[in-house]
């Protein structure tokens, strides 16, 4: 094994002729790199990496799409309401805080199942950790943390919606 800085290729024909007069009983001596022998034992690790990444960006842009469907389900007969606080002087910023609590209370309710479900199957996700823990605390907090991102994104759109509401059409739509 000889390391080297940079790309061993250049290299490559030069460590050969080196080798070759140290290596009595070889008729020729191959060298290559390193990645060239282990790049296709990993092809599958890395194919199951991917795999895992794009499910879990799917599974993530799901839950936004679902997220963002359910408030904005219910933002929506609402109208009448909201353009009702906004007429007798409720802030713009009491509206959206509202709405986004909203969200922000069913993305962390999910978080919550989420984080219970993980636990208890992280037995069975061990085996396919590579010198990781499948109760990696950080790792908690990180996807914990992307999933707030998520509630609060999914639920602006109807809010900003809600603020933006006229109150004299919503006073007059019932």
Do not use: N
């Amino acid at each position: 094994f000889v390391r080297v800085r940079g790309d061993a290729r250049p290299l490559a024909e030069t460590g050969r002729k080196q080798l070759q007069p140290l290596m009595a009983g070889s008729s020729d001596v191959t060298v290559r790199a390193m990645r060239e022998i282990v790049d296709p034992a990993l092809r599958s690790c890395r194919m199951g990496a991917t795999m895992f990444l794009l499910f879990g960006i799917l599974a993530l842009t799901l839950a936004a799409i679902g997220l963002y469907s359910v408030i904005a389900s219910h933002v929506a007969p609402r109208t009448h309401e909201l353009g009702l606080r906004i007429a007798l002087g409720a802030h713009a910023r009491d509206v959206l805080r509202m709405i986004l609590g909203e969200g922000l209370r069913f993305g962390l309710a999910g978080i919550a199942i989420g984080v219970a479900i993980a636990l208890a199957a992280g037995h069975w996700v061990q085996p396919l950790l590579y010198g990781e823990s499948a109760r990696d605390p950080l790792v908690f907090v990180a996807v914990a943390a992307v999933l707030v991102i998520a509630a609060i994104a999914a639920s602006a759109i109807p809010a900003l919606r809600a603020v933006h509401v006229d109150p004299s059409t919503a006073l007059r739509t019932e």
